[in-house]
């Protein structure tokens, strides 16, 4: 028994999802020592009880899934440890950071990276990839790829409230990570590690966040990726 | 002696400013009594103190300027009454909120109803207001007048990661609203008192959400705008 986290993986074992790594950082937060046991998509169904996504914990049996249940999940079971949202407003305000992360930053970039996750997951998943996100985006793989120059700037700009923020404080969660940074944390790990699309620029105030978020949770971030 | 409030105001008394609405919800959320007195752009700086721009709180005397920091006054004053954060985590996170209604929502809409505004401030602030916000948008108040309906769909998508978290939660802060809250009912009732642009329509659940929370500050909020 112990904690384990089921998570996507590419074909050369790259951590892609942004859900699994909130989930990563989210443990580290707490302090818990865990494994990860990397699946593909075509995997899921066989970690038990009706999955269809992952993250899944496997808390000593317990299963639990996504990310943001698992963070509450977090909160709920291990209430000594440091808080993933500082109280109660902090975790409402939580689920406005993650519908903005997906609904602004992820959805801008996903059309431009999910060729290259087409080609990083294993063979046998690329028909159900290609079928499902096509149908998604709206448009093939490639036509999404060749949109990379056009709409970069685009995506570059869903960040600009961030950067704000950053004006004032130094992460969502103050003067310290909370779950809301590893939301952001994860989505970014997700672009970096699958594609050579240069999101974040070296003077983008979101590249130095991002950096001091890594430094938090150094064990578990895959430093390739940084 | 007593609480109040200065409040931008158009010349037929309309209150506009998004950070006053913020302000006044604040108040009313902390369950203090209040007076508004209405000042055009010209009369800030007979605030005394420097004053520059509004809210400024007159609290028996101690003057506050700045929404936000008006609301990090009122938590810390008034620790008795209601919470305007719910804890560390919440504070942090309205600080993003703000800063995503500014860059995004506001950002999108100023240009769209800065002509409406020019109409309605009194004729003689009507030079300065030209010369300082077409120098912020880039373009004449007619040109921005002009992209309303080009520009009204776009407007309208900033406000797709708080339709998201609708699905999850009542508000910003949960099952009740917090100072999150009231800065994006200040960001709507500022377009909404000074224009008829369409931004929101009856179906959109952002309509429910506003409903939702000015049933919460009935006292204050201008029901002419609702």
Chains 1, 2 share one sequence.
Not at 48 to 63: C, I, R, S
Not at 148 to 168: G, N, Q
Not at 197 to 215: F, G, N
């Amino acid at each position: 028994m112990g904690v384990l986290l089921y998570d996507l993986a590419t074909a050369d074992d790259r951590r892609l999802s942004p859900y699994c790594w909130r989930a990563k950082l989210a443990l580290a937060h707490k302090h818990i020592a865990f494994d990860t046991k990397p699946v593909g998509f075509s995997d899921i169904a066989a970690i038990g009880e009706g999955q269809t996504t992952v993250p899944v914990l496997d808390d000593n049996g317990h299963l639990v899934r996504d990310s943001f249940a698992i963070a509450l999940y977090l909160e709920e079971t291990r209430p000594d440890a440091p808080s993933l949202f500082k109280g109660e407003g902090g975790q409402a305000a939580a689920r406005f950071v993650e519908t903005w992360c997906l609904t602004t930053l992820q959805a801008a970039v996903f059309p431009l990276i999910a060729l290259d996750i087409y080609n990083a997951i294993r063979p046998d998943e690329r028909p159900y990839f290609r079928e499902s996100r096509e149908r998604r985006i709206g448009m093939s793989l490639e036509a999404g790829y060749a949109l990379r120059d056009e709409r970069l700037e685009a995506a570059r700009a869903t960040l600009t409230p961030v950067r704000h923020m950053l004006r004032y404080q130094a992460f969502f969660g103050g003067d310290a990570p909370l779950f809301a940074d590893h939301v952001l944390f994860g989505a970014l790990m997700w672009q970096r590690s699958i594609s050579d699309l240069p999101l974040l620029t070296a003077d983008d105030p979101v590249y130095d966040w991002m950096q001091r978020v890594a430094t938090r949770y150094y064990a578990v971030v895959d430093k390739r990726f940084l």
